[in-house]
Every structure is written in structure tokens, then in C-alpha cells.
């Protein structure tokens, strides 16, 4: 894995999302610590980083702006019409904001915070915490584009598509660790309700997602092809999944899909 070009980069927002991020970045010394500063209002979670890192906290907002030349903004998204109001005059012309702001697109924040600042929008998802996100990019900008393509790449995959993807995409990948974190949580349940300890009902489901998705990962077939492979005629597999056919499982997944992209169009249009 490459580093990245040497640009100074700032990180607005502490949090577990973009704490993540920036970790991944770190870890695999992708940039150089002290071409990194970060700033969060909760002052404690920035030193916390910064005592793992050694990257540079700032004192404001503002002292931020001034020395980074991108920024991963990873703010709350209720707090983002405050903080384009309190910081829009302090973007310099042609700097690169990177947002990873759940509903907002690249049209608002560009609005929001003027001319100079130069956006890229990014849908990571919670697999930045294992250090394997899907994120998701967009924007017009083929620098910052790129910087960003290699910054994502720190921790997981990436994928560049239009922004009127995004909603779908939402629903797939954004939103998507949940689906099969439910999935784990009914087999652990199931065994556990059989008679299992919670613990080797909960070792049972984890360990088993886990290596699916290795398998999955590192095959050259489709996961319909893989499923095939394990499904046995008139085995055990074949009867679960009878049984999930009968349900209407599939159709029922889709309208699950359907919904959250809904949800995303509503929660973008505000």
C-alpha cells in the first residue's frame, strides 16, 4: 500500500467513525504523524488520540484550517449548519473537505461552505473499526478524489460511483453490518435456546460470519455459486433454505432494502 501524496490533513471530529479512519491511516504509516492534526470539542478524545498517535491536537477549529490542506470532516450531522456558519470564511481557495456526513451531498456542503472548499463525499461504514470498510466516494474534484481513494483504502475497500448512488449504497453497505449482525444474533439466540452457553452460542455465529466472509472475499465465484457449493441435495443446508423459500425470504430481504433506501432519500431531501 502506498502513502499518501504529502498533504497535511486534518480531522474535525473524534469520533468512532473518524477516529477509525485516521487509525487506519496511522497504523499502516500511510502519512507521517506530524503532517496530521485533529480537533474535536470534547477535548479528551482528541488527547486520547493524540497519546496513541502523536499527532498534533489543535486549539480551535480555525487554527485547524490554517494549517491542513484536506480536511475529513466527521462531525455530527445535526452540527453541520453551525459549523458552516461559525467556519465558512476560513476555507482557503482549492482546500479539500472530505465529508463523511450521513444525508448531506455534495451540492449542500459545497453551498454551505463556499467556493473554496473543495468536496469529496465519503460513506465509509462501521467496518473502519476492524479495519475493513466498504466506503463509498464521490466528487468532481480529481485530486482530492484520488487522495481520498488512497486515504479510504487505509482501512477496508473502495468504490468511486455517482452520487445518485448513494442512496442504494446506503442501503447495502452503510447500513448494511446491522443485517448481518441480526443474522449472528438469531443463531446465537437459536443455540442458546437449544441448550448452548451464551458463549459458545455467541463463539458459534461470530466465528462462522467471520469465515463466510473470508471465503466469500478470496473466491474467485460469486457467493449464489458459494452457497451452491455448500448446499448438498437434501441435506441439512437444502432444508433450511427450503424453509427460507417458503418464507418468501428474498422478496422480504428486498423490501427491507427498499426501505432504508427510501429512509436515505427522505433524511437527504431533509
Known sequence: MKKLPDYKIGLIGVGNMGASILDGVLVRRLALTSRVFIYD?????????????????????????????????????????????????????????????????????????????????????????????MTALCGKNKKWLSFSAALFAGCGEVATLPEKMFDLVTAVSGSGPAYFFHMMELLEEFGVKQGLSQRVASTLAIQTGLGAALVAKGSPVSCGELRKMVTSKKGTTEAALKTLDKGHFRKLFYRALASAMKRSRELRKG
Open 41 to 133: 470539542k470534547d477535548a479528551a478524545k482528541a488527547r486520547a488520540f493524540s497519546g496513541k498517535h502523536s499527532v498534533t491536537v489543535t486549539a480551535s477549529v480555525a487554527e485547524l484550517l490554517k494549517r491542513a490542506d484536506v480536511i475529513l470532516l466527521a462531525i455530527k450531522p445535526q452540527d453541520f449548519e453551525s459549523f458552516a456558519l461559525d467556519h465558512r470564511s476560513s476555507f482557503r481557495p482549492g482546500q479539500g473537505v472530505i465529508s463523511i456526513l450521513a444525508g448531506l451531498t455534495t451540492e449542500k456542503i459545497g453551498k454551505a461552505l463556499g467556493k473554496n472548499a473543495v468536496i469529496v463525499r465519503a460513506m465509509p461504514n462501521l467496518g473502519a473499526k476492524a479495519g475493513e470498510s
